[in-house]
């Protein structure tokens, strides 16, 4: 799909927002069609977070970083992956180098209060706000990302090239770690200032190259492939498929070539296939549900083995406790293709819990949960609280004593 030839690729947001036009106008002419500059997206922005945070992130265990270095003598790059020693970064030049980290929303409040931002998206397709610092001409080279990005710069200037052309080359080099274009001719460039936003479809080769030492925002999409989908899929199937359900011929007839595989052969598979009901809308949203809850990461909430009864979470929330979601767990829900007393599936960290539908929307929309909305909730809603509770997707926070 393209957008209409007439669209800029470069708008001042002048105060109109994020997206500087309403959001139905930027998913109907832009998303998924053609890149854009926003001038100004965030006015007066402030980065949520400094280098020298994102540094000390990079130093921790379970957090995903890496170290990338261009060598520009002989266009060598070397990647480093973490977790980092604090003495790694002292030594490093003032050129040349950036350090990535993914997941930063998930381990730093202030940066995960950006994705409030992009409520025009579906949450479920958000996967991760990553950050990059890059030292003066600090790059990762000119690249490909198959799922929709949106780069804010938060400090520094970074130097944005993209080929915004109908067919660019896509061929990778062989002789580096990082998936680099062999052939790269940008059609467009710009210089982005804090606050400025650049978004990117799937399939758009563009390069950054820091002019000094700059901040990244990158808010990307998650966009599994189809041979992905398709695996989890059938895995799902088979696992879920009852033993005695086999390929069956009890209408045989003498073969006229026992060595041939004939048509009537390949429809009695395709029937042995449809008994696993493929195309039951509400097992194949379950699925779903289930597959696009699940985080790629190994970071998941841990279950607690001591989980609180819902009276004692009752009575915490009535004293001014909340539950609140742990960063990790990621919600989503969906409506029930067919309707009964429980209409509506909340998927949480690959689970499926049966809820109404106002349950299902409230729980999934909320980072934390009070007094006031677990009262609003139905018998089934607060159940499932606390099994959310004891499978580790809610912490149990107490009010801070005066």
Not at 55 to 62: H, K
Not at 128 to 139: E, L, P, Q, R, V
Not at 242 to 256: A, C, Q, V
């Amino acid at each position: 799909m393209t957008a209409p030839a007439s669209l800029p690729f470069e708008i001042d947001a002048g105060g109109g927002g994020l997206l500087g036009m309403p959001a139905e106008v930027f998913l109907r002419d832009y998303w998924q069609k053609q890149p854009l500059l926003i001038r100004g997206a965030f006015a007066n922005f402030a980065s949520p977070i400094e280098p020298e945070d994102l540094a000390g992130l990079a130093c921790e265990d379970g957090v995903l970083a890496r170290l990338i270095e261009h060598d520009t003598r002989d266009d060598s790059w070397r990647v480093r992956h973490g977790p980092f020693a604090e003495d790694d970064f002292p030594g490093l030049p003032d050129h040349d180098w950036t350090l990535l980290v993914q997941d930063v929303d998930k381990w730093d409040g202030d940066v995960r209060g950006l994705l409030a931002h992009f409520d025009f998206l579906p949450r479920w397709r958000i996967d991760d706000i990553m950050i990059s610092f890059a030292a003066t001409g600090g790059s990762v080279g000119a690249h490909v990302d198959q799922y929709d990005v949106f780069l804010l710069q938060a400090k520094g200037q970074r130097h944005w090239q993209i080929d915004a052309g109908a067919h660019p080359p896509l061929a990778c080099r062989d002789d580096a770690e990082l998936k680099l274009l062999r052939s790269f001719t940008p059609s467009h460039d710009w210089v982005l200032q804090p606050g400025d936003m650049l978004y990117l479809p799937p399939g758009v080769p563009h390069h950054g190259v820091a002019m000094d030492a700059c901040l990244t925002i990158s808010v990307g999409m998650r966009a599994p492939a189809t041979a992905e989908l398709l695996g989890d899929y059938v895995d799902t199937l088979a696992a879920d498929a009852p033993d005695e359900l086999r390929y069956t011929d009890p209408d045989i007839g003498l073969p006229s070539d026992p060595n041939e595989i004939d048509a009537t052969a390949i429809q009695r598979v395709h029937a042995a296939l449809q008994q696993l009901h493929m195309d039951d809308p509400d097992r194949f949203g379950d699925w779903f549900g289930s597959f696009i809850t699940t985080y790629r990461s190994a970071v998941l909430p841990m279950p607690d083995d001591n989980p609180p009864s819902g009276d004692a979470v009752e009575l915490a929330l009535a004293d001014g406790a909340q539950l609140i979601r742990h960063p990790w767990s990621r919600m989503a829900w969906r409506q029930a293709a067919c309707a009964g007393d429980n209409t509506a599936r909340l998927y949480a960290g690959g689970v499926a819990y049966p809820l109404p539908s106002a349950d299902a929307r409230v729980l999934a929309a909320s980072d934390a949960v009070d007094a006031h909305l677990h009262a609003g909730l139905s018998d089934a809603g607060r159940a499932a609280v606390i099994a959310l509770l004891a499978a580790g997707h809610y912490q149990l926070m107490q009010e801070d004593a005066p």
